[in-house]
């Protein structure tokens, strides 16, 4: 059998099912079910080895940021989604039961086609849900152009638990991408993915636990902190306007009172309240 080429990026594949195995500890729907079907507890405790018996505090910013980006999102009302780097996110599934929505999903081929199985097993065949392999990083772009879309409607841009993985370099890359498909439908980039070392700091003197996964997942993404995120929030800012986006923010704060995971893992609301309110969701349209 033909193996899909090894891709630099498929080290950070991995974290997909440590995130998958902290949304099971919500409301989100399907995150119980995808979580058991690719054992993501064991993958949890395989790559954290000796610091499983952590809280899992990373729960908070993970359902954090998918309530977040989707409330940033009903604003828009949008009726043409591209979710980028999908991973076992159950967006897609959630959001096209509503049959006037296009959905398309996107990663890496290997984290894709898994995730293509999966949705066959829980919902079967979707006409309005679709798979693109997408690297985001690709130049000329991978962002699917006529394939899926209606001319006239604009798209909303989705991505979450991505951008911290890559360089300034990479980032530029994905923007330009996302520039030219705003160029020609038009809509929004929704991302929590913006993030500076201050506030990563902050968090994670709240959240020791937040630190020690932190630490691991670089290891294992073989990703360095200091390349792949921005210094400050100011520059998060200036480089979205250099890019060619206006960019707004709003905190995870407001988020705080649709949280369902600190019950079941027995997190203090105090911590959870600081972290979130250092967190943002970012909304970025053309300039
Ligand atoms: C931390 S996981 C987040 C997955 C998902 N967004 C979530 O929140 O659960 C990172 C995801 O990025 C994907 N990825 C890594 N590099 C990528 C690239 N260059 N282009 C597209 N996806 C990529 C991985 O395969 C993985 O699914």
Known sequence: MIQPAANPFDKISPTALMVAHARQFTDIPYTQALATLVDARSAFDQLLSQSSALPLDMAVMIEGRYKAINQAMAEFAPTQILELASGLLPRGMVMTQDP???????????????????????????????????????????????????????????????????????????????????????????????????????????????????????????????????????????????????????????????????????????IAEALLADSFVFTLRLR
């Not at 994670?204 to 932190?214: H, W, Y």
């Not at 929030?233 to 890019?243: G, K, N, R, S, T």
């Open 100 to 270: 006037n929505l296009i959905f398309v999903e996107s990663d890496l081929p290997i984290m894709l086609s898994r995730k293509q199985k999966l949705v066959q097993q829980l919902v079967g065949d979707r006409p309005n849900l679709h798979f693109a392999v997408i690297d985001v990083t690709a130049q000329p772009s991978q962002f699917p152009i006529d394939a899926y879309w209606q001319p006239d409607q604009p798209i909303a841009i989705l991505c979450e638990g991505l951008l911290m993985y890559l360089d300034q370099t990479e980032k530029q890359r994905v923007f330009a991408n996302v520039r030219e498909l705003l160029q020609i439908y038009g809509g929004v980039w929704i991302t929590s993915d913006l993030v500076d070392l201050e506030s990563l700091h902050r968090r994670r003197e709240i959240s020791p636990a937040l630190r020690q996964v932190g630490a691991m997942i670089a290891r294992i993404s073989d990703r360095s902190k200091t390349e792949c995120y921005f210094d400050t929030f100011e520059q998060v800012q200036q480089f979205a306007h250099q890019q060619g986006f206006q960019i707004q923010h709003q905190s995870m704060l407001n988020i705080m009172p649709q949280l369902t995971c600190l019950q079941p893992l027995g997190i203090n609301p105090k």
